[in-house]
């Protein structure tokens, strides 16, 4: 099965490896290999003969930019996918995505699931909860000094090879013309997970608990924890952690 795989960073890298390791014809395409979702350039290429497209790719800012970006490169993707004759479009988002409306960017990807909703393509949304190589980055964005101040936010982690695993699976499937929602296996209060990943990294600064700080501060409630019927990874945080 030919797969073209929109993005090639940390998922997308993984997605072509996972089915190339399945034996599928899977290339990834970004802009360093000559493909533009906002001009549309080399997207044509990039799909020709392909049964399948994984977009993965991300706006390269998280603020109100980011709704110009997919509601343009979304219109490219499908507009190329149509013309190819693709059967298949899976993107890649994010669980709770559309009840966190005080953030632009998560604005955003609600946006790209619905024009990806009402194209002509069939399509497959995956929804995953946060990214465990995500959570050094959380820890830095509200650092001042030795204090990282972090909220009570339930988060729900999952690995990054997890995530690339279910959307390798999902694109060699039929299209789901929905949603499926996946998670790792625990739950904890964010600013708990800071301290387990400090105390794990002999990292000297201590966390705060401040419900207003970061970006998760807007997320209310367990919005970003797996759904009822979500998908369970199997790797755990601590684990993940030890085996960096």
Do not use: C
């Not at 030919?2 to 993984?14: C, D, E, M």
């Not at 059967?87 to 024009?115: C, F, M, W």
């Amino acid at each position: 099965m030919k797969i073209a795989v929109i993005g090639t960073g940390l998922i997308g890298s993984q997605v072509v490896r996972e089915l190339a390791a399945a034996r599928h014809d899977a290339a990834g395409h970004s802009r360093s290999t000559g493909v533009d979702l906002l001009t549309g350039e080399g997207l044509d290429e990039a799909l020709r003969g392909a049964q399948a497209v994984v977009d993965v790719s991300n706006s390269p800012t998280f603020d109100e930019a980011s709704l110009d970006f997919f509601r343009t490169s979304v219109g490219n993707l499908l507009a190329a996918a149509a013309k190819a004759g693709v059967g298949h479009v899976v993107t890649l988002s994010i669980v709770g995505v559309d009840q966190v409306p005080e953030l632009a960017y998560y604005r955003a990807k609600t946006l790209q699931e619905n024009l990806v909703k009402a194209g002509s393509v069939p399509y497959s949304i995956v929804r995953a909860t946060q990214f465990m190589e995500f959570i050094p980055a959380v820890l830095d964005a509200t650092t001042d000094g030795d204090v990282v101040r972090l909220p009570s936010t339930p988060i729900q982690p999952i690995s990054s090879a997890e995530v690339a695993a279910a959307v390798a699976e999902v694109a060699t499937g039929a299209p789901l013309r929905g949603t499926r929602n996946i998670a790792g296996p625990e739950v904890f209060p964010l600013d708990e997970l800071g301290r387990i990943t400090l105390e794990a990294t002999g990292d000297g600064r201590r966390v705060v608990t401040d419900d207003t700080a970061g970006l998760f501060a807007a997320a209310k409630g367990d919005v970003l924890t797996a759904p009822e019927g979500a998908h369970l990874a199997t790797t755990r945080y601590r684990d993940w952690l030890r085996s960096r």
